[in-house]
């Protein structure tokens, strides 16, 4: 699209996509001459534009996590750009860093990598921190016009476990309901609380936790 701004200059948008919500994105310049000119512009714009993205569509993931690191520096905290270059060292480069982003089976390959961090002994949080990073590059992807879509969004992540319950020994019940009469750790004697006293004792005989 042509549109004119003042007389004599005009406004070259070309539509390169949709973000993340579904809104269009648009590239634009500015371009000084008459119509016929500008229409001419537009053309050439579009197709400068066709071939920068078809460029950047074959991309590969770790190219996209090198620029991303670099757009992103500045941002985070240096301890932070450290953890997410380990993570991309270490982590998704090996397994993800050779797969084109236009693959259509990337989403599948981006589980598989899931499944195997799982088997390498990384917990579910720590893949989840792999996934916040895989997701923001590819979010970012999505607003330069890289890709369409992020395809974390689609990604089957793992569950996080439940921490496990523990009951407290007798010894422990004891030590506490002890604290609570005003008994102390190293044989002095302090203010008793008899409500927490009371409340261990309930809490004790009748397995609450």
């Known amino acids: 699209m042509a549109r004119k701004d003042t007389p004599g200059t005009w406004r070259l948008r070309v539509f390169v ?19 016929r000119a500008a229409e001419d512009a537009l053309r050439d714009f579009l197709t400068e534009v066709t071939k920068t993205r078809s460029k950047d569509r074959r991309s590969t993931v770790a190219q996209l996590m090198a620029r ?3 757009h992103v520096e500045g941002d985070h905290k240096a301890s932070t750009m450290r953890e997410n270059r380990r993570s991309v060292e270490r982590n998704i480069g090996p ?9 259509r089976d990337l989403v599948e390959r981006i589980d598989a990598a899931y499944k195997q961090w799982a088997k390498d002994g990384l917990s579910p949080a720590s893949i989840r921190r792999q ?30 476990k439940k921490a496990k319950e523990r009951s407290m020994t007798v010894e422990e019940v004891v030590r506490l309901l002890a604290y609570a009469e005003g008994a102390r750790p190293d044989g002095s004697r302090g203010r008793a609380n008899p409500v927490l ?9 009748t397995g609450l936790r």
């Open 17 to 35: 996509g949709t973000d993340a919500r579904g809104k269009p994105i648009q590239v634009s310049r500015s371009f000084k001459g008459g119509k």
């Open 68 to 70: 991303w690191l670099a």
């Open 95 to 103: 397994l993800l860093g050779d797969c084109r982003i236009d693959r």
């Open 131 to 160: 996934h916040a990073i895989l997701s923001a590059a590819f979010a970012q992807a999505v607003r330069w016009g890289w890709i369409d879509a992020n395809p974390t969004k689609r990604a089957t992540l793992p569950r996080a």
């Open 197 to 205: 006293a009371v409340a261990v004792y309930l809490a004790a005989v």
